[in-house]
C-alpha cells in the first residue's frame, strides 16, 4: 500500500467541532474513516483503505481510540495504523467486554497485566501479536496521559511494558545512541588530529565527526569528491545508496578544512593502492586473508579493528576511569549536539544552505528528524536542564511529577516517550512546541519566538541570546537618538521579552534554582 509521506491534520483543541474535521473522505464523527486521498495505489478496495471503529461499543472506549488513531496518521504510515486498529486493538476490546470495562479510564494495572496472560493462555498467540497488541495498549495510556485523555494514570513499571511481558528486548533506551561526553570528544578529536598515525582511522573520526556521516557513507567516498561552489564553499559528494534502477546516489555535503585536509592526507597515502587496483575509493587496504587483495575498507570491522585500537592507543577514558566504549555511530547523535550548541555556527549553515529550520538543515546533511528530537529531548526535557520561557514553569513541574520516584533509566524512557509524542520544531536558540498540523502558525512578517508560549530555551543557548540582547540594546539607543519612534517600539516589543529569558537563564547559569 503505497502512501502519501505525511497526513496533513488538524490538531484537535477542547473547542473544536469533531464534526468539522475531516480524515480523508469522512469526518472524524464517522465509524468508518476513508483514507483513499491518502493512498497513491488506486487498485485497493475500501476494507484495505479504511478505519473501521464499529467493533467498540463503549462510547468512550471508542472516542479514546479515535483519539489515538488521529494522533498516529500525523505520525505513522496508514497501513500500520490500520493494522494497530482493526487488527491488534479488538482483542483488547474483547478482553475489556468479557470483563465490563466500558472505558479506558477503568483499566488497572492488573487489568492490563491479566489481558496479557488472556492472550497468552486462552489466545494462544505467538509472541509477535502479543507484543503488538500489548504495546498499543501501552502506547494508548502513555500517549494519553501526557495529552489528557480519558486514561487511567497508574505508571507502567519498567519490568511491565510490551517489551519485558513479550520479551522482545526491544527497550527505548537500546535503541538510543547517546552522544560522547564533551570532555571525552575534544580528547578524541585532539589525538585523531595531531597525533594519530593510522591515516584511514585519523580521515574516518574527522569527516565522521565534523559531518555526521554515517561510517559506511564515508568510507563510500572517491578520489575526486571534493569540490567547491561558485561562491567559494568547499563539499564533498557522497554515495548514499542506489535508485531502484541502480544508479547511485550521490549527496553533496558542506566541509570544512579539518575535513579538507584528512581527505587531501587519505587521497595521497593509498594513491599507490588506486594506482594498483584500478580503484577509485579513499578508504582502501590490502587485505591478508585474501592474498594482500586490494579493496575498500568495510564498516563491518570498523569499531573493533580502528576505533577499539585507537581509543586504546591514546589511552581515552571516560568518568569512571575506564576507556570509552566508542562506535561509530555516537558521531551523529554528537555532531547533532554540536550543531545545536553552535560549535558549528548553525546561522550560517543555515543560510548557505537557504533553509529555515534546523531540522531541515540536518536532514541536508543526512541527519534523521528523529536523531535531532532525540537531542533536543535530551537538552529540554531532562531532569538537569535550565530552561526559560514562558510556559518554563508549567513545563518543568510536569516533568518534575513525571520523573519523581523513578530511576535513570526509568526517567531515560520517560524522555523518549515524551519526545515521540510531543511537536519538537529545533530552532537556532531552542525549540518551538508548536503542532504543526494546525497549519501555519505565523503572519506576514515571520515568527518572532520569545513572545510565544510554544517556545522553549536552555542555558546552553545564553550566550547567544545574551549577544542578542547587547545588540538590541545598542540599537535601541542609535533610533532613540535619530528620533525613529516606530522602528524604536518594535524593537522595545523584541527587548521586552527578550530581556527576562537572558535574565532567566543568567540565574540557573549562576547556579539558583529558578526558571520562568
Avoid at 202 to 226: D, F, H, N
Wanted: with cysteine; proline share 3%.
Amino acid at each position: 500500500m503505497a502512501t502519501n509521506l505525511a497526513l496533513q491534520l488538524q490538531v484537535i483543541e477542547p473547542d473544536t467541532d469533531l464534526n468539522s474535521i475531516m480524515i480523508g473522505n469522512s469526518r472524524y464523527s464517522d465509524d468508518i474513516w476513508d483514507l483513499r486521498p491518502f493512498i497513491i495505489s488506486k487498485n485497493l478496495d475500501l476494507s484495505k483503505t479504511s478505519l473501521r471503529f464499529r467493533y467498540i461499543s463503549d462510547t468512550d472506549m471508542k472516542e479514546t481510540v479515535k483519539q489515538y488513531t488521529y494522533y498516529k496518521l500525523g505520525k505513522t504510515k496508514p497501513q500500520t495504523v490500520r493494522d494497530y486498529i482493526n487488527a491488534k486493538l479488538p482483542m483488547f476490546i474483547e478482553y475489556c467486554s468479557i470483563n465490563g470495562i466500558h472505558s479506558f479510564a477503568d483499566i488497572t494495572l492488573e487489568d492490563y497485566l491479566n489481558f496479557n496472560l488472556w492472550m497468552k493462555d486462552e489466545k494462544k498467540v505467538v509472541q509477535q501479536t502479543g507484543f503488538v497488541s500489548c504495546h498499543v495498549v501501552e502506547e494508548i495510556i502513555r500517549i494519553g496521559q501526557i495529552k489528557g485523555w480519558n486514561v487511567p494514570q497508574f505508571h507502567l513499571p519498567k519490568t511491565e511494558t510490551a517489551n519485558q511481558l513479550w520479551s522482545t528486548r526491544k527497550s527505548m533506551k537500546s535503541n538510543k545512541t547517546k552522544p560522547i561526553p564533551e570532555d571525552v570528544f575534544d580528547k578524541i578529536l585532539y589525538h585523531a588530529v595531531h597525533d594519530e598515525k593510522d591515516v584511514l582511522t585519523k580521515a574516518g573520526i574527522i569527516i565522521q565527526s565534523q559531518t555526521g556521516l554515517r561510517i559506511s557513507e564515508a568510507l563510500s567516498i572517491k578520489e575526486g569528491c571534493v569540490k567547491r561552489t561558485t561562491d567559494g564553499y568547499d563539499y564533498m559528494e557522497v554515495t548514499l545508496g542506489k535508485t531502484e534502477k541502480g544508479e547511485s546516489i550521490i549527496h553533496k555535503v558542506f566541509i570544512n578544512g579539518l575535513v579538507k585536509n584528512a581527505i587531501a592526507e587519505l587521497t595521497e597515502h593509498t594513491a599507490e593502492l588506486r594506482k594498483e587496483s584500478g580503484l577509485k575509493e579513499l578508504f582502501l587496504c590490502r587485505i591478508k586473508s585474501q592474498n594482500n587483495k586490494i579493496a575498500p575498507y568495510t564498516e563491518t570491522h570498523w569499531n573493533d579493528k580502528k576505533l577499539r585500537y585507537f581509543i586504546e592507543r591514546h589511552d581515552i577514558r571516560d568518568n569512571k576511569g575506564d576507556l570509552y566504549p566508542l562506535t561509530s555511530h555516537q558521531f551523529r547523535s554528537t555532531f547533532v549536539r554540536e550543531l545545536i550548541k553552535r560549535k558549528v555556527p548553525i546561522a550560517m549553515i543555515m543560510k548557505q544552505y537557504s533553509h529555515v529550520s534546523i531540522e531541515m538543515t540536518a536532514h541536508y546533511l543526512t541527519l534523521q528528524e528523529e536523531e535531532v528530537k532525540e537531542i533536543y529531548s535530551d537538552m529540554i526535557l531532562s531532569p538537569e536542564s535550565k530552561i526559560a520561557g514562558l510556559r518554563a514553569k508549567e513545563i518543568k513541574g510536569k516533568l518534575d511529577d513525571l520523573f519523581h520516584g523513578k530511576t535513570e533509566d526509568e526517567i531515560d524512557d520517560v524522555i523518549s516517550g515524551l519526545a515521540k509524542t510531543m511537536s519538537f520544531n529545533p530552532l537556532p536558540t531552542g525549540v518551538c512546541l508548536y503542532d504543526f498540523r494546525r497549519g501555519n502558525c505565523t503572519d506576514g512578517d515571520g515568527c518572532f519566538f520569545y513572545n510565544c508560549p510554544n517556545y522553549i530555551t536552555e542555558v546552553q543557548f545564553y550566550p547567544i541570546l545574551k549577544d542578542e540582547l547587547d545588540l538590541l540594546e545598542k540599537e535601541m539607543v542609535r533610533l532613540k537618538e535619530l528620533g525613529q519612534e516606530p522602528a524604536y517600539q518594535v524593537q522595545a516589543v523584541k527587548y521586552k521579552y527578550l530581556k527576562p529569558l537572558v535574565e532567566s537563564l543568567e540565574v540557573q547559569l549562576n547556579g539558583k534554582e529558578s526558571v520562568g
